[in-house]
């Protein structure tokens, strides 16, 4: 990522966290719009690519870890492959990227905080599961940034009119001053997410506030820069530290849609052209297809999402080793951009 600052050392001791800067993008994605005008520094980037070795693998296969973790509910693992000889699985760690942003979701609150603070919020309204590790890293970054968070939270019938204690990424949430208000799963269902944050929007508003609303996982056009991003981050690791091998596949769990946005765009239209496989953890293929063409369009990318991206039902059956089998029998090459770059 180029930001517009003079000097290295503040990289070295960590001077640039919470600094704003201007935002350029990657030459090959320079003719995508709107651009963000400005992007946080809220993550520890770019995150180590590391061996590690698995026992009872597949011959000639080779896992490695890429440190962004988010934990097992969110996005948990990437599947890479390189080409003919050697398969790399890319875990995200977010004791790496730093913990309290949750990995891999402060790569679109870098965006987005920025965009709010840009639009002169003073607080930031989201939405996601009771355990959100994108609502959690969405807390933290507001209280860095002095602005109030509203969180609605999604649990069972039973619990919504319980106090939701100090559990997990509540504590976290709550230490931080977040405003927490629980809906039932059916609600949550009937209602969708853009009607319930609109209607706390509008309350915050008559009552003098300046709110931002931020989706479901960080996932519309803005939060998919910091995927388009990440793959630029891959590029500059492959161009330095691999002797010249080339990923093929690209594999993530999908659970909102803006991380297989950003990654399958990159990949696409960088250097990469790795084919982007996504298993989505919540929803369906066709959902997932139809929510990415969304983003993409919002980006004016020109491509349609079936092209770039495979998405298949993830099952609690599958195992790392199915995975990988079926990206080595069935892998395919995406096809290459046509737009002038």
Request: proline content about 4%; hydrophobic content about 40%.
């Amino acid at each position: 990522m180029e930001r517009k600052e003079s000097g290295n050392d503040s990289d070295a001791f960590g001077f640039k966290f919470l600094t704003k800067t201007s935002y350029a993008p990657p030459s090959w994605a320079s003719h995508l719009a709107p651009i963000p005008s400005h992007v946080f520094s809220l993550g520890h980037f770019p995150t180590p690519i590391h061996k590690w070795n698995l026992p009872n693998l597949p011959h000639n296969t080779e896992v490695w870890l890429k440190s962004n973790f988010s934990g097992v509910s969110d996005d948990f693992w990437n599947l890479w492959g390189f080409e003919r000889i050697c398969y790399v699985l890319l875990l995200q760690r977010d004791d790496l990227s730093g913990m309290q942003l949750s990995g891999n979701k402060v790569r679109k609150l870098e965006f987005l905080m920025a965009d709010a603070v840009a639009q002169g919020a003073d607080c930031i309204i989201t939405i996601g599961g009771i355990q959100s590790n994108h609502c959690r890293a969405a807390a933290v970054a507001a209280k860095y940034l002095n602005l109030d968070c509203y969180l609605i939270l999604r649990t069972s019938k039973v619990l919504v009119d319980q106090d939701p204690g100090l559990i997990g990424n509540l504590l976290v949430e709550r230490l931080v001053g977040a405003h927490i208000e629980l809906i039932s799963k059916e609600e949550y269902s009937k209602i969708g997410s853009v009607t319930l944050t609109n209607i706390l929007k509008e309350k915050l508003l008559k009552e003098g506030r300046r709110p931002y609303v931020i989706p479901v996982g960080g996932s519309n056009s803005i939060g998919t820069w910091g995927y388009i991003e990440a793959i630029k981050e891959i590029e500059q690791q492959l161009q330095t530290g691999t002797g010249g091998v080339k990923f093929d596949d690209i594999v993530v769990a999908c659970g909102s849609g803006g991380t297989i946005a950003g990654l399958s765009l990159g990949s696409w239209l960088g250097t990469l052209k790795a084919k982007v496989h996504a298993f989505s953890v919540c929803d369906d293929p066709d959902y997932f297809y139809d929510y990415t063409q969304g983003l993409l369009d919002g980006l004016n990318a020109g491509v349609d999402s079936r092209d770039i991206v495979n998405i298949q039902n993830v099952s609690v059956y599958m195992t790392f080793k199915n995975i990988l089998m079926n990206i080595l029998m069935n892998g395919k090459q995406p096809t290459p951009p046509t737009t002038t770059q």
